[in-house]
């Protein structure tokens, strides 16, 4: 389980999250929303040690994050696997190298094991055809599939979704979710996906939070977070259209 | 107007304590396991294909300069045959360590800070954080190392072609002869010489490597930031070279190092 409790971090000059308290239950996909710039990548990088909170307390299976030394903190990262904005895949290397770079770095396992762990995986996401191809041959959606597998290969407990449709396009969109939620199908896997996109968050969500002002606002299963007198679904569709209704009367 | 100066003297002195800090980063790490021996040989193929065109034209340009500027003063001065020997005696001291190593923080230096910038940009330096990779240890010290390493290598092939630049144009513009040109070029050529000038050229791999991937983990933000970053790259590598160069000219002349 990972919990947060009152975590606070501000870029120079800068606050972005205030005070954020929040549990991530085993084996659930928990789904943080909130407005773009609002912190939830933030705290994403502050749940994996990228970044350092000025306050507060982040634990994982109760190991703290915060304030780990770098040993702990490599063996907290052992059990967690993120998927960043852009999927973030090493330019120089191949599919098949990106995904077995974890193992391979760390000699995980031998040529054979990595051969074939490489290759269920890229199976998994649907991608078993590009072991070869390299990052700037895919396409933004692919790029994503090829970042779940190499997150996955360590086999985390926890996996961590940036945005992960941010930017793509409506079907390769539907190719993100349906993978993130065949994941969440295939084991037990424990996950927090921070998005703004509603239909994601419909789609894979046992658990909404909504990060308002640096803080956790409200925090619902997903049957509730979707009730008209959500603050949740207030904030996904009453706000939209009110922002719209002013635009146009505006126009 | 003062707000603007202030911050760019904030970022020029952020740069400048990220850049020494990698200093100290590098030496933490360099006797850490794993050592990344297989991206070691990467950078230096790398480091090699990249630099030898550039130092080898470099050497071309500087071997036909200082040998029409030998020549030049030669004839004047009614020394021709000495040409050559002068002509060598200045390239192989300063001339092609200094311009060398230019060139090098031109191309190679700025390479590196651009390519570390962009993956920090696409958070690729975050991946491998995320991995248990520590960053200055998979990226920083094959780079630092093969420039080290490479770095006399390419300033080798750079004063061959030097020196063969060198004779060509002495021979077609003022008609010395070859064995004319090497007969007095071998009289004041000194093993030292050489010896001293591969030091200076590992000393600089190792400066202009090191100033380069510090940069490239300081930077943060976009395209625009990270034009900027490559900016100061160069103009903090291309200072480095000169104080580098001057001070160790100043120690060879003190303890005569390249006379030796």
């Given at each position: 389980m990972i919990r947060a409790r009152g975590v606070r971090f501000a870029f120079p000059g800068r606050p972005v999250l205030e005070d954020i308290t929040l549990d991530i239950e085993e084996s659930l996909t928990t789904v943080v929303v909130g407005r773009?710039?609002?912190?939830k990548s933030v705290f994403l990088k502050c749940i994996t040690g990228l970044l350092r909170p000025q306050a507060g307390s982040i634990t994982i299976d109760g190991d703290e994050v915060v304030g780990a030394t770098r040993a702990n903190l490599l063996a907290i990262r052992k059990r967690v696997g993120m998927l960043f904005q852009e999927g973030?895949?090493?330019?120089?290397?191949s599919v098949f190298e990106n995904v077995a770079f974890p193992l391979m770095y760390h000699k995980l396992a031998s040529g054979k094991e990595i051969n074939r762990r490489v290759q269920a995986y890229l199976d998994l996401v649907g991608m078993p055809e590009y072991s070869q191809a390299m990052p700037q041959e895919l396409s933004g959606g692919m790029k994503r599939k090829v970042a779940v597998a190499r997150a996955m290969i360590t086999e985390p407990r926890y996996l961590l979704y940036d945005e992960p449709t941010a930017g793509l396009d409506p079907a390769s969109a539907a190719v993100v979710e349906s993978m993130i939620r065949g994941l969440q199908r295939e084991g037990a896997i424990t996950s927090l996906v921070v998005t703004h996109d509603i239909d994601l968050t419909r789609y894979i969500a046992d658990r909404i939070a909504l990060m308002e002002d640096g803080r956790i606002s409200a925090d619902a299963a997903r049957e509730d977070a979707?009730?008209?007198?959500s603050a949740i679904y207030e904030h996904f569709i009453v706000n939209r259209e009110r922002i719209r209704a002013e635009n146009d009367n505006q126009g | 107007m003062s707000h603007a100066k202030s911050e760019a003297a904030q970022e020029w002195k952020h740069a400048a304590v990220s850049t020494a800090s990698m200093y100290g980063n590098f030496f933490f790490w360099?006797?850490?396991?794993?050592?990344p021996t297989r991206q070691l040989g990467q950078q230096i193929v790398r480091v090699m294909l990249e630099g030898f065109g550039i130092l080898a034209v470099a050497g071309v340009v500087e071997g036909a300069m200082f040998a029409w500027l030998a020549g030049w003063y030669g004839t004047k001065f009614s020394v021709i045959n000495w040409a050559g020997a002068a002509s060598l005696y200045l390239l192989l001291t300063a001339a092609t360590t200094l311009f060398g190593a230019m060139m090098f923080a031109a191309k190679i230096g700025t390479a590196f800070t651009v390519e570390i910038g962009s993956m920090q940009m696409s958070g690729q330096l975050d991946a491998l954080r995320l991995m248990a990779v520590e960053p200055t240890q998979y990226i920083t010290i094959p780079r630092v190392l093969a420039s080290i390493l490479s770095f006399p290598i390419l300033k080798a092939i750079s004063d061959a072609c030097s020196i063969l630049a060198a004779i060509l144009l002495a021979r077609l513009w003022?008609?010395?002869?070859v064995p004319v040109f090497l007969q007095h070029a071998l009289l004041v050529l000194r093993p030292t010489i050489l010896t001293t000038s591969y030091i200076r050229c590992a000393l600089h791999g190792f400066f202009i490597s090191i100033n380069a991937c510090g940069l490239g983990f300081y930077f943060q933000g976009g395209a625009i930031e990270l034009g900027r970053t490559t900016t100061k790259s160069i103009v903090i590598n291309l200072v480095c070279v000169l104080v580098i160069d001057t001070v160790y000219g100043v120690m060879d002349s003190v303890f005569g190092w390249s006379t030796m």
């Amino acid at each position: 389980m990972i919990r947060a409790r009152g975590v606070r971090f501000a870029f120079p000059g800068r606050p972005v999250l205030e005070d954020i308290t929040l549990d991530i239950e085993e084996s659930l996909t928990t789904v943080v929303v909130g407005r773009s710039g609002i912190g939830k990548s933030v705290f994403l990088k502050c749940i994996t040690g990228l970044l350092r909170p000025q306050a507060g307390s982040i634990t994982i299976d109760g190991d703290e994050v915060v304030g780990a030394t770098r040993a702990n903190l490599l063996a907290i990262r052992k059990r967690v696997g993120m998927l960043f904005q852009e999927g973030a895949l090493f330019d120089s290397m191949s599919v098949f190298e990106n995904v077995a770079f974890p193992l391979m770095y760390h000699k995980l396992a031998s040529g054979k094991e990595i051969n074939r762990r490489v290759q269920a995986y890229l199976d998994l996401v649907g991608m078993p055809e590009y072991s070869q191809a390299m990052p700037q041959e895919l396409s933004g959606g692919m790029k994503r599939k090829v970042a779940v597998a190499r997150a996955m290969i360590t086999e985390p407990r926890y996996l961590l979704y940036d945005e992960p449709t941010a930017g793509l396009d409506p079907a390769s969109a539907a190719v993100v979710e349906s993978m993130i939620r065949g994941l969440q199908r295939e084991g037990a896997i424990t996950s927090l996906v921070v998005t703004h996109d509603i239909d994601l968050t419909r789609y894979i969500a046992d658990r909404i939070a909504l990060m308002e002002d640096g803080r956790i606002s409200a925090d619902a299963a997903r049957e509730d977070a979707f009730q008209e007198s959500s603050a949740i679904y207030e904030h996904f569709i009453v706000n939209r259209e009110r922002i719209r209704a002013e635009n146009d009367n505006q126009g | 107007m003062s707000h603007a100066k202030s911050e760019a003297a904030q970022e020029w002195k952020h740069a400048a304590v990220s850049t020494a800090s990698m200093y100290g980063n590098f030496f933490f790490w360099l006797f850490r396991e794993p050592f990344p021996t297989r991206q070691l040989g990467q950078q230096i193929v790398r480091v090699m294909l990249e630099g030898f065109g550039i130092l080898a034209v470099a050497g071309v340009v500087e071997g036909a300069m200082f040998a029409w500027l030998a020549g030049w003063y030669g004839t004047k001065f009614s020394v021709i045959n000495w040409a050559g020997a002068a002509s060598l005696y200045l390239l192989l001291t300063a001339a092609t360590t200094l311009f060398g190593a230019m060139m090098f923080a031109a191309k190679i230096g700025t390479a590196f800070t651009v390519e570390i910038g962009s993956m920090q940009m696409s958070g690729q330096l975050d991946a491998l954080r995320l991995m248990a990779v520590e960053p200055t240890q998979y990226i920083t010290i094959p780079r630092v190392l093969a420039s080290i390493l490479s770095f006399p290598i390419l300033k080798a092939i750079s004063d061959a072609c030097s020196i063969l630049a060198a004779i060509l144009l002495a021979r077609l513009w003022f008609d010395i002869s070859v064995p004319v040109f090497l007969q007095h070029a071998l009289l004041v050529l000194r093993p030292t010489i050489l010896t001293t000038s591969y030091i200076r050229c590992a000393l600089h791999g190792f400066f202009i490597s090191i100033n380069a991937c510090g940069l490239g983990f300081y930077f943060q933000g976009g395209a625009i930031e990270l034009g900027r970053t490559t900016t100061k790259s160069i103009v903090i590598n291309l200072v480095c070279v000169l104080v580098i160069d001057t001070v160790y000219g100043v120690m060879d002349s003190v303890f005569g190092w390249s006379t030796m």
